[in-house]
DNA sequence: CTAAGATTTCCAGTAATATCGAAATATATA
DNA sequence: TATATATTTCGATATTACTGGAAATCTTAG
């Protein structure tokens, strides 16, 4: 995996309220959580949280669903295992280096 | 672990130049690297190096040892475990919630 | 088709970060 | 002590990020 592409994920992640919002979203599991239940959950402005989302979309840590009016915010796994399989394969200690 | 300390960690971690240099220090075992040889290495200004040092000093990923004119970096293993740990304990599915 | 709900985009102000040359500091060596 | 080496701090600038109110968009329901 690319780095620019791991250092992408963390920096979106480096964030308290996003680390949050996506907290809340990986634990949401498959279904994910709908934008309005975050809003009122984590008590941001609508517009706040809807920049911290795209953040969240940009490094793709996340995808969203829609249902009706509804925007659900789902975790994508998978990339979450990379970023730590780079973090464990990547920078692991190496005697020979 | 504090949710704002992992966030600070991932930040630090999530700039690329600073991801190579946290790379280089941790694959260099508990030796460590001398600033010096990662200015080598990565072939950047020193006052660019020290300032991204300075960064992932703050964090708590890495301590510093001095040899005589020599400052090493050394990764804080456990603060990358503690890291990836909460990764995998807090933004775990949990189908309960 | 109009109104209401859900979310985003626009806009603007403020704050934080990144970069790097030059000067300063710390340490060792002659 | 003078000099060389290693690294940091200073200072200045450019860029990027964060925040949130107001307006716009998109979608469904009446």
New interface residues.
Partial sequence: MD??V???????????T???I??SV?????QGIAVGSLQEKLAIPGSTLSHHISSLLSAELISQRREGRTLFCV?E?KK?QS??GF??D??????N?
Same sequence: chains 1, 2.
């Avoid at 990986?26 to 498959?30: D, E, I, L, S």
């Fill in positions: 780095i620019d791991v250092a992408k994920a963390l920096k979106e992640l480096g964030h308290p996003r680390l949050s996506y907290k990986v634990r949401a599991g498959y975790a796994y979450l970023v730590i973090l464990q990547e920078c692991c200690i190496d005697e280096s």
